[in-house]
């Protein structure tokens, strides 16, 4: 069989690098085009023993260079990437090879450990030949600890080079969470990224990173991505057509678990052309460039982290700058928009991140104040000018973020007056909808005048919405971004789509006659709260909550959300103690109360704490014996 034109020029483009870049050594430098080393370029000169260049002179031996990397570069990026993911990335990386693809950890001067786009994939590429994937089949789910580093995204893109399915696994869940997600999955290997920051683990009791389990998986380890280059040009589309000529569209690439609001989490599969439509679609709406950086610090088994912060911006070229902890934390976020390293453009967030930026201002306010008078104290407020205040300066900073974007949740209108009044309105907080299962399908307009509070703005490229009725106005969604099934759940799957083949979302909206202004009124089942950006399941904590002071005081419980100003929503619970309980001679309603908030704070994660309860002597039910929750929470909340 005669090689391609397209094959042929891959295999002259590998033999003339290989001829004329040979000896990769230790060291750094770039040069036309690819990842190159200084070292390997004199190794060369001086093998020939002679004082002159064997290759001729320095300006030939360049132009040499930059016209093999042409060659290449034309070569691996005139196929077409049939609306898939990898083959989008592959495009990027060898139309940007030196630009950084991700940064992590800041110090005095910007930025550390960047990882140019050459290396990323280069790394990938030798990681999905190595030991530790070359026994993954086509179509095998592999598991990915969450870590927020340039290892963990390389992974999962030579998990994909495998022909694999990525199956992230989040860095906050418990053992049990993880062992639910091996077994649901199948997966046989976890892979465990190095973690650069294990402040985060000393503080929260998680697991030392040598006792990680991810339930019946074999864990492997990936080693940290070496400082020094690797072989240039080493990234080809030869993995990319194995893995088509191997497999099809029915083969999926990722893995996301739901919050599990409604029992178990389920798992969301979707494909290599599902998150092409994601990513792309982002990219343009949201006008992302390779000029932009994204400060990361969103949760990556998420969609909006993994797929809006990491897959849309390599799929424009942009930099991805993962801060040094696990958890956001509003500290580092303002250390770093006033830090002297490169220019932070582009920042995703949920309400609660903005807000606790925003109380970060606020003590920022109080330590200026105390240095005012103490510097009065000491007469030193008189011999200098007065210092420009931390809150000014970091409004500077914030005014220079070209997007801002809010979702997951709802974003308070306080929380937006707040932000826009900081920024002088140059960087308004902009919101969009989207769910694990469909990704991003509305969004308000890069155009800031044409934004409105509440809005979600309007139906995205990729995405066709409607209602299903006018008795629900639940949304309904298709298109090329929504998933392809609940992972070994066909009854779910079927329930979750209408005849026609919309996704049927669980959520109320309302929208105007000219269809441009869409609204999330809430969720169809109040079973379902929204904490701080996260689903939380009601009746998981009843359950916890029942499970853990059944035994003692409590006799029933009800769980819903109430609005909360800087979270959205928050769990309230409807209580009633037991008899016994009840005729203890210090009990109280007050003492109750405090108990089951106390209990919920030790015993389950923040999202799910219960910041208020209604002490009742039984909770009313209906002919059938069912709790009916909307009448409740009109009943007790003023929410």
Not at 174 to 185: G, K, P, T
Request: overall charge positive.
């Amino acid at each position: 069989m005669q090689p391609s034109s397209s094959q042929s020029a891959l295999s002259l483009a590998r033999r003339l690098v290989a001829k004329s870049i040979s000896g990769t050594l230790r060291g750094g430098g770039e040069r036309g085009g690819v990842l190159l080393t200084t070292t390997s370029a004199r190794s060369t000169t001086t093998s020939s023993g002679k004082d002159g260049d064997r290759w001729g002179s320095r300006r030939r031996r360049k132009r040499s260079q930059t016209s093999v990397c042409s060659a290449f570069t034309t070569a691996t990026t005139t196929a077409d990437d049939d609306n898939d993911i990898l083959s989008l990335l592959c495009h990027t990386a060898l139309a940007n090879p030196n630009r950084p693809a991700i940064a992590s950890g800041i110090h005095s001067k910007g930025p550390l450990d960047a990882v140019t786009y050459a290396k990323l994939f280069n790394f990938s590429h030798t990681l999905a030949r190595s030991k530790v994937l070359r026994d993954v089949e086509i179509g095998e789910r592999v598991g990915i600890y969450c870590a927020p580093n340039a290892e963990f995204v390389a992974s999962v893109y030579a998990i994909w080079m495998r022909g694999a399915v990525a199956v992230p696994v989040s860095a906050f869940g418990d053992e049990a969470d993880r062992a639910h997600v091996a077994r649901d999955s199948g997966m046989k290997t976890c892979l465990v990224p190095p973690r650069r920051n294990d402040e985060f683990f000393r503080r929260s009791g998680d697991v030392k990173e040598e006792e990680f389990t991810c339930g019946e998986a074999e864990i492997r380890r990936v080693h940290k991505i070496p400082k020094w280059a690797l072989k240039p040009c080493d990234f080809q589309k030869d993995w990319l057509e194995d893995v088509r000529q191997k497999s099809d569209e029915s083969v999926g690439a990722l893995i996301l678990y739901t919050s599990g609001t409604t029992g178990q989490p389920k798992g969301v599969l979707h494909t290599r052309q599902s998150l092409y439509s994601q990513a792309k679609t982002l990219s343009d709406a949201w006008e992302i460039s390779k000029k932009d950086r994204l400060l990361h610090c969103l949760p990556l088994h998420h969609v909006h982290g993994l797929v809006n912060g990491v897959l849309a911006s390599h799929a424009s070229g942009a930099t991805v700058e993962f801060t040094d902890s696990f958890k956001f934390d509003p500290r580092y976020f303002w250390r770093r928009m006033r830090n002297s390293g490169p220019q932070i453009t582009m920042f995703y967030g949920v309400p609660t991140m903005y807000a606790m930026a925003l109380r970060q201002l606020d003590v920022y306010d109080n330590a200026d104040r105390r240095r005012r008078e103490k510097e009065e104290e000491d007469g030193k407020s008189v011999e200098r000018k007065e210092k420009v205040s931390t809150r000014s300066e970091c409004a500077e900073e914030a005014k220079a973020l070209r997007l801002c974007v809010s979702g997951s949740a709802a974003c308070p209108p306080s929380i937006l007056d707040q932000w826009n009044r900081l920024t002088g309105n140059q960087s308004p907080l902009l919101e969009r909808y989207g769910m694990t299962e469909i990704g991003m399908a509305l969004s308000q307009k890069l155009d800031f005048s044409s934004r409105a509070p509440g809005s979600v703005g309007e139906p995205l490229a990729n995405s066709e919405c409607k209602i299903l009725d006018d008795a629900t106005n639940e949304l309904l969604v298709k298109g090329p971004g929504i998933f392809k099934e609940y992972w070994n759940n066909t009854k779910a799957t079927e329930e979750a789509f209408t005849s026609d083949g919309y996704f049927k979302t669980g959520d109320v909206v309302s929208v105007s006659a000219d269809k441009k202004d869409w609204r999330i009124v809430g969720r169809a089942s109040v079973d379902v709260l929204k904490v701080g950006g996260e689903k939380v399941s009601a009746l998981e904590i009843e359950a916890r909550v029942l499970e853990g002071l059944g035994k003692t005081s409590l006799k029933e419980i009800a769980v819903f959300g109430e609005a909360d100003e800087n979270y959205g929503e928050r769990a309230v619970a409807i209580v009633a103690p037991t008899d016994e309980y009840k005729s203890l001679e210090n009990f109280s309603d007050k003492s109750f109360d405090d108990e089951v908030k106390a209990w919920t704070r030790e015993n389950l994660t923040s999202e799910r704490w219960i910041t208020k309860t209604y002490v009742v002597d039984s909770i009313p039910r209906n002919a059938m014996g069912k709790v009916n929750k909307k009448s409740l929470k009109a009943t007790f909340s003023s929410s």
